[in-house]
C-alpha cells in the first residue's frame, strides 16, 4: 500500500521536501543540497560582482586585452604558418568575425595586413620572446584582476607571476586554437569519418552538433586552465568547471547580443568617426572579460561555501618578525 511506503524528509531551507526510501532518498538529498548550494552561489556572485567593482575591473583588462591582442594574433600567425594546411590563418580571421564586431574585425585585418604580411615568418626568431612578453600581458592583467574575484592577496614574486602569464599564453592559446582548427576542420572531418567507416546518416546530422561541443568543450578547458593556474589559490580543477560553463555560454550570449546591437543600432563610425572601429572592438573586449570575472566570482563562492570560509592560498603572506 502507498500508506505504507517509508518516507524521509530534508529540509531545503525554504521547503521540506518528502523522499521515498526506494526512490534512493540519498542520492536525492544530494541532488537537492548540491542545487541549493549552486542557487546560494549564484546569489551571492551577483552581489560580489558589485561589491569587488567587477564591471571596472573589466574595463581595466579591455585595455590590457588591446594591447596584448595584436602580439598575440601576429604570434599566433607565426605558428600556424608552420602547419600544413593552406589559409588556416585566414580562416581563424574569419572564424573569430562571427564574435567580433565586424567594425572591430575591420581594424584587426588592417593591422595584421600591415604587420604580418610583409614579415610572415620572422616572428619566431629573434623576436620570438619579445612578442610572447607582449601577447602575455593581458594574460599578467587577468591573473591580478582573478586574485581579486577570489578575494586573494597575491603574494607570489614578478620572477613567478610573470613567467606564469606567459605560459598561460602558450597554454590557453593552444587550446582556443585546437578549438578553432575542431570549427573549421569539422563538416569535412565528419564528412571523410562517414564515408571511411561507412557511417549511416545520423552520423551525419549529429557530426556537426558534435563538432560544435567538442570546440565548446576546449574552450571551457581554456578558462578551466585559466582559474585554476592564474589566481593565488590553493582548489581542485574540477572545481573550476562551474564558472568555467557560466563564462563561456555568458561569453557566447553576449557575442550574439553585441552582434545583434552592433549590426541593428549601434554605428559608432557616426559618432567616433575613424576610432569607432577600435570603440567597437574594445566594446566587446570590456564584455569578454567580465564573462571570464563573472566566471570567476562563481566559483570563488562555490569554494568558500565548500571550504565554510576564506580560500586557501597557493603561497601564504611573508610573516614578519617580531622584535
Known amino acids: 500500500m502507498e500508506s505504507e511506503k517509508a518516507w524521509n524528509y530534508v ?48 574595463a581595466a583588462l579591455s585595455y590590457y586585452f588591446v594591447m596584448a591582442l595584436f602580439p598575440a594574433l601576429i604570434f599566433l600567425s607565426a605558428i600556424v604558418a608552420f602547419l600544413p594546411i593552406a589559409g588556416l590563418f585566414d580562416q581563424v580571421l574569419d572564424l573569430m568575425g562571427r564574435f567580433v564586431p565586424r567594425d572591430g574585425m575591420d581594424i584587426v585585418r588592417k593591422v595584421l595586413a600591415d604587420v604580418v604580411t610583409p614579415n610572415r615568418g620572422t616572428f619566431l626568431s629573434l623576436g620570438f620572446l619579445a612578442t610572447l612578453w607582449t601577447a602575455s600581458g593581458g594574460f599578467a592583467a587577468a591573473i591580478e584582476a582573478l586574485n581579486i574575484a577570489y ?24 587550446l582556443l586554437l585546437v578549438a578553432l582548427a575542431v570549427m573549421i576542420l569539422g563538416p569535412h572531418f565528419g564528412q571523410w569519418l562517414a564515408n571511411r567507416m561507412h557511417l549511416s546518416r545520423v552520423w551525419l546530422w549529429a557530426w556537426p552538433y558534435i563538432h560544435w561541443m567538442i570546440s565548446v568543450g576546449f574552450t571551457v578547458l581554456a578558462v578551466e586552465a585559466l582559474y585554476f593556474l ?4 590553493r582548489q581542485r580543477f574540477r572545481a573550476t568547471l562551474p564558472g568555467a560553463i557560466l ?19 549601434a554605428n559608432f563610425n557616426k559618432t567616433y568617426g575613424t576610432l569607432g572601429a577600435g570603440i567597437a572592438l574594445m566594446v566587446w573586449l570590456y564584455w569578454t572579460g567580465f564573462a571570464m570575472l563573472v566566471g570567476a566570482e562563481l566559483n570563488a563562492e562555490l569554494a568558500k561555501g565548500t571550504q565554510e570560509g576564506a580560500i586557501e592560498q597557493k603561497e601564504d603572506p611573508p610573516t614578519t618578525m617580531m622584535a
Open 11 to 58: 529540509a531545503t531551507g525554504d521547503q521540506t521536501i518528502a523522499l521515498r526510501e526506494n526512490h534512493h532518498p540519498s542520492n536525492c538529498i544530494q541532488t537537492v543540497v548540491q542545487l541549493r548550494k549552486l542557487k546560494s552561489a549564484l546569489v551571492r556572485t551577483h552581489a560580489d560582482v558589485e561589491s569587488n567593482h567587477t564591471l571596472q575591473m573589466a
Open 151 to 174: 578575494d586573494a592577496e597575491e603574494t607570489r614574486p614578478f620572477w613567478k607571476t610573470r613567467p606564469l602569464a606567459m605560459m598561460l599564453t602558450l597554454l590557453i592559446g593552444l
Open 230 to 233: 592564474a589566481p593565488n589559490v
Open 247 to 265: 563564462s563561456v555560454l555568458f561569453w557566447i550570449g553576449l557575442s550574439y547580443l553585441l552582434g545583434i546591437y552592433f549590426r541593428t543600432f
